[in-house]
């Protein structure tokens, strides 16, 4: 079992596909999929360990990031355009923390349709890619804690502890909506998986160098 701090436009299965290369072992594959323009903790496992990817899965896990409002975004995240750019001026700090408590404990929440949840044995991105209307029905989720960090409005810092399943995006957008000016997930970081820390895993530079470097120690080449 491997901890890496995922680096930002990679994605979960770039990480994996770079192991798997530099180890050499076919049996790869990680604990629970992080957005392309998310950071932090992934667990990679690999040979026999890969039988414990769904305990890892299973574990509560902590985010924290920030929420920017005023608009929403196709993808509830940067990796669309925002658009309904709403005014925001007449939302207070209290009612930004007093949000929170809408979207604490166990709650009802509908997945992005921009995301690789399947549907009809097909990735519902793909579909609404095409510009195929996707109904997704909502799942029920735990959301621990939910607490506002700092506020430098558009921007707001956010810390989520939450059960797996959960969308940080599907979150902001809900999140916006709640509060009546729209709002998409801006930045993201997981910090924790059950009691895993993202502070203590290795940089993807930082697991390359240490490969190629046991590797030259037992007499390898790497080019």
């Known amino acids: 079992m491997i901890l890496i701090d995922k680096p930002v436009d990679w994605t979960s299965f770039d990480v994996v596909r770079k192991i798997r290369s530099l180890i050499k072992i076919k049996k790869v594959g990680h604990a629970g999929t992080l957005d392309p323009l998310a950071t932090g903790l992934l667990i990679v496992c690999t040979g026999r360990f890969t039988k414990k990817i769904n305990e890892y899965m299973g574990m509560e896990k902590e985010y924290t990031g920030t929420f920017t409002l005023g608009a929403v975004t196709p993808t509830y ?6 658009v309904e750019i709403s005014d925001f001026s007449g939302i207070t700090e209290a ?4 949000a929170t408590a809408a979207f604490t404990g166990e709650i009802k929440q509908v997945p992005p349709i921009h995301s690789a949840i399947k549907k009809d044995g097909k990735p519902v991105y793909l579909m609404a890619r095409k510009g195929i209307d996707v109904q997704l029905e909502p799942r029920t989720i735990t959301v621990k804690s939910f607490t506002i960090e700092k506020i430098e409005l558009p921007v707001v810092h956010f810390k989520v502890v939450c059960s797996t399943g959960t969308y940080i995006r599907s979150l902001a957008n809900d999140y916006g909506q709640h509060l009546g000016c729209g709002a998409y997930l ?7 998986i059950g009691e895993f820390l993202a502070d203590k895993a290795l940089h993807m530079e930082e697991f390359i160098h240490h490969v190629k470097q046991e590797a030259l120690s037992e007499g390898e080449s790497y080019t």
């Not at 995240?77 to 925002?82: H, I, N, R, T, V």
């Not at 801006?186 to 924790?192: C, E, H, K, Y």
């Open 77 to 82: 995240d940067l990796e669309s355009s925002p």
């Open 95 to 98: 009612q930004i923390h007093g």
């Open 186 to 192: 801006s930045s993201l970081r997981r910090t924790r």
